[in-house]
């Protein structure tokens, strides 16, 4: 049995009724088995303690040893990352609580039994801080305007702001940590990674590749672009081929290089380049890559031909006379704006030599005319007899085509414009 188990068997073996011993003895020997067990407890309690520390580190370690992993050692990185903010928001939360409780303590600690000591204070106040507020009520709760004002003060300082501040802090770290994890590609869900870091040196052993350290060490000494310059400081990606690894030695023989390329594009086809990291997509989206997929593999390797329909072609020509009737109905359009310009101009001269314009119609004309930049207008006025003259000039037609195409100076613009034959 247990040292504990045989304190219990002696206290309870111990003869009250022996006559031949004293009862101050009896006492004596009970007191003893007492203090005995009281010690055992006492260290059973010790080792409790020390066994809850133990587990806790264990805890810490688990946490620590999940950083082997980016996607799982998202805990860790966030609590690196927010170190430094954390000890800040600490020095300024614990001395605002300290003085919360130290107040409530000294105002109302002997009307209310949540604040009667300084320890009594502050653990009250993380009851409150997770949302216990089941405090005393009653006429002698203490409940005061000193009372009001420390609970409005604590709310809006401690529950509110710094909570908050503390959940902000965590909450910004967490998305730092995240963004750094999505940007890091060559890494893919943690079973596949450890399944596929089990399976490497059996597969290193079989083929002849270099363990996982060494390959590291061989890749850094290397110098595969021939610069004579780290290629791990330059900006560029440098690629590695299987005639690279055979060449310096990084792999030994073609086949075998040309196997482990395989084997890395398979296991991490982040290392190929222009690769995508997939993200969130919709459904629809999933559905219509996995279609793209099957008829890429339906094409590519099972050779089924694509449908290849022999549509009518567009003739050239037709789209060649479509241009060349919209130049000329654009030619035709420009002459006839023309000629309703000449024809309104041969009619304004006509009423002026006919004189049947009004003097202020006519007024107003020569002052258009006195406007205009035409020599003719430079005078201020036009008299009849050189509006009679101009009139007759453009009335008399062109003998031919050409004499009418020099006159408008456009081609077929005399078989378009109509000229008046004579006077009303």
Not at 57 to 74: D, E
Not at 101 to 126: E, I, P, V
Request: with cysteine; charged share 25%; hydrophobic share 45%.
């Amino acid at each position: 049995i247990s040292p504990y188990e045989e304190v219990v068997k002696d206290i309870l073996d111990l003869n009250w009724g022996d006559v031949q011993v004293t009862t101050e003895e009896k006492v004596d020997n009970f007191m003893n088995l007492v203090l005995r067990l009281n010690e055992h407890l006492e260290s059973e309690d010790f080792h409790r303690m020390m066994g809850t520390f133990l587990v806790l580190l264990f805890f810490v370690r688990v946490v620590i040893y999940m950083r082997v992993h980016p996607k799982i050692a998202v805990l860790y990185a966030t609590i690196v990352e927010m170190a430094m903010d954390f000890v800040h928001f600490c020095v300024v939360f614990f001395f605002l609580y300290a003085v919360l409780a130290f107040l409530g303590m000294w105002s109302f600690g002997d009307k209310t039994s949540n604040f009667r000591d300084f320890g009594t204070a502050l653990y009250t106040q993380f009851r409150m801080l997770a949302g216990e507020f089941n405090m005393d009520d009653g006429q002698e709760s203490g409940f005061e305007v000193v009372w009001g004002l420390w609970c409005v003060t604590y709310f809006l300082m401690v529950f509110s702001l710094l909570l908050n501040f503390f959940l902000a802090i965590v909450v910004d770290s967490y998305a730092s940590v995240k963004e750094a994890v999505q940007t890091c590609q060559v890494e893919k869900d943690v079973i596949w990674d450890i399944v596929a870091a089990s399976i490497y040196p059996l597969v290193a052993i079989l083929n002849g590749w270099p363990g996982r350290g060494r390959l590291v060490t061989l890749l850094l000494r290397a110098d595969l672009d021939q610069d004579n310059i780290n290629d791990e400081d330059g900006d560029k990606d440098i690629p590695v081929s299987a005639e690279m690894l055979d060449l310096f030695q990084i792999v030994k023989g073609k086949h075998s290089s040309e196997h482990f390329v395989k084997y890395y594009r398979w296991v991490c086809p982040a290392l190929d380049f222009g690769y995508k990291e997939p993200g969130a997509e919709l459904e629809h989206k999933t559905i219509l890559r996995a279609a793209v997929e099957i008829d890429s593999i339906r094409h590519d390797i099972l050779g089924e031909k694509r449908i290849v329909m022999n549509l009518p072609q567009k003739d050239p020509s037709l789209q060649a006379i479509a241009t060349e009737v919209k130049r000329d109905f654009v030619q035709v359009r420009h002459m006839l704006a023309q000629a309703e310009a000449l024809r309104q101009q041969d009619m304004d001269d006509l009423v002026e030599v006919l004189g049947l314009a009004s003097p202020s119609s006519r007024a107003s004309r020569i002052s258009l005319r006195t406007s205009s930049p035409a020599p003719a207008a430079k005078s201020g006025s036009m008299s009849r007899a050189a509006s009679t003259a101009r009139l007759n000039q453009r009335m008399s037609f062109p003998e031919s085509d050409s004499e009418t195409e020099a006159a408008s100076g456009s081609p077929s613009s005399g078989k378009v414009l109509s000229r008046m034959s004579s006077p009303i």
